[in-house]
């Protein structure tokens, strides 16, 4: 599904639950703030200002693997994963910047 939301903060329930605040935004303000264009199949994020895109992969599950090759392989099955011996992961990563070097000085 391809969004844009953009977080307002979060709240902690008495059961200690975190609740996000995230409320629909849309992509014109998604690249104001990242000052270039975002590509319209992706979906992103809004947080503290700044830009975040929806990154998502699939590797193989943690509970019942036992091989080297964990992005290509699969486990054997386990509960934790519905015996498909792969799992799918997901976060939220900074725009990449594309304009070239960056010196961390
Ligand atoms: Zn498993």
Request: net charge negative; charged share 30%.
């Given at each position: 599904?391809?969004?844009?939301?953009?977080?307002?903060?979060?709240?902690?329930?008495?059961?200690?639950?975190?609740?996000?605040?995230?409320?629909?935004?849309?992509?014109?303000?998604?690249?104001?703030?990242?000052?270039?264009?975002?590509?319209?199949?992706?979906?992103?994020?809004?947080?503290?200002?700044?830009?975040?895109?929806?990154?998502?992969?699939?590797?193989a599950c943690s509970g019942c693997y036992?091989?080297?090759?964990?992005?290509?392989?699969a486990g054997?099955?386990c509960?934790e994963c519905?015996?498909?011996g792969r799992r799918?992961?997901?976060?939220?990563?900074?725009?990449?910047?594309?304009?070239?070097?960056?010196?961390?000085?």
């Amino acid at each position: 599904m391809r969004t844009v939301i953009e977080r307002h903060g979060h709240s902690i329930d008495d059961q200690g639950f975190i609740h996000y605040d995230d409320q629909a935004s849309t992509y014109e303000r998604a690249e104001e703030l990242a000052g270039r264009r975002l590509d319209r199949r992706r979906s992103y994020a809004i947080m503290d200002g700044e830009v975040l895109e929806s990154t998502r992969w699939s590797q193989a599950c943690s509970g019942c693997y036992d091989g080297h090759d964990i992005a290509h392989d699969a486990g054997h099955g386990c509960s934790e994963c519905g015996y498909t011996g792969r799992r799918r992961n997901g976060a939220w990563v900074p725009l990449l910047n594309k304009e070239g070097s960056e010196s961390n000085g």
